[in-house]
């Protein structure tokens, strides 16, 4: 194996995305031959050990992606609580680690992909890489030209600008809008600042990938092809 940095290391053996990689990297929950690594540019070497919170990993050989229609309720993450609610997890009966790619908060549904290919997670989630998700919205009030001006052009919020958007009305009370970013619970908050609520959030693509008629609740295996 010729050198590879740490975070992709990680990433590349089923842990975590890359980002979440360098959040176990400095939390100090990473060792190399037995010695706490918290430099963020270590390269791993062929021969190398390299342990996460105890456990010994190494590069996943077969990657492999599923596509989930998320139900409401559910959670994309894998650490949940009595008060967050079941993990998206618990929909794939897959016997190996995986982890959900995106956020999709809990009264959210629709797409979502879990893989264990850290790659792929990162280009699917950082802004640098662009890649649209596209999401159906149902609001309880009408439609407004200042909603619409919001998502085509950016508001801000607490973390920064967001970024111009795609927006297209179905209706007065329902519309299309496709990201290339994903702040927190960005569709919501920007709806927040037009007194207007979001009652219904479905996503239905990330980059080409589209849910189609999956159902609520079902998944299926897809290629990489499908998704890049």
Do not use: W
């Not at 992709?8 to 990473?30: H, N, P, Q, T």
């Not at 209706?171 to 207007?196: A, H, T, W």
């Amino acid at each position: 194996m010729a050198d590879i940095r740490l975070n992709k290391y990680i990433a590349e053996s089923g842990i975590a995305s890359r980002r979440g990689a360098e959040r176990f990297i400095l939390a100090g929950k990473v060792k190399i031959n037995g010695q706490v690594v918290s430099d963020l540019s270590t390269q791993v070497n062929s021969g190398d050990k390299v342990q996460v919170d105890g456990k010994l990993i190494k590069p996943i050989e077969t990657k492999v992606y599923f596509m989930l229609n998320k139900p409401v309720g559910y959670v994309s993450t894998s650490k949940v609580s009595r008060e967050t609610g079941e993990s998206v997890l618990k929909l794939i009966d897959y016997p190996d680690r995986l982890y959900p790619v995106g956020r999709l908060d809990r009264e959210s549904s629709g797409l979502i992909i879990l893989t264990n290919d850290g790659d792929l997670a990162l280009k699917l989630t950082h802004p640098r890489y662009e890649k649209e998700k596209e999401y159906e919205v149902t609001v309880n009030k009408k439609i407004s030209q200042y909603l619409i001006n919001g998502f085509k052009f950016g508001v801000k919020l607490t973390e920064g600008q967001t970024q111009p958007a795609k927006f297209r009305k179905l209706g007065d009370k329902k519309f299309i809008v496709i990201l290339k970013e994903g702040k927190n619970r960005q569709i919501r908050r920007v709806c927040q600042e037009f007194d207007i609520e979001v009652i219904k959030l479905h996503r239905t693509r990330v980059g080409k990938l589209k849910l189609g008629d999956l159902k609520s609740g079902k998944y299926k295996q897809v290629q990489i092809e499908d998704i890049k």
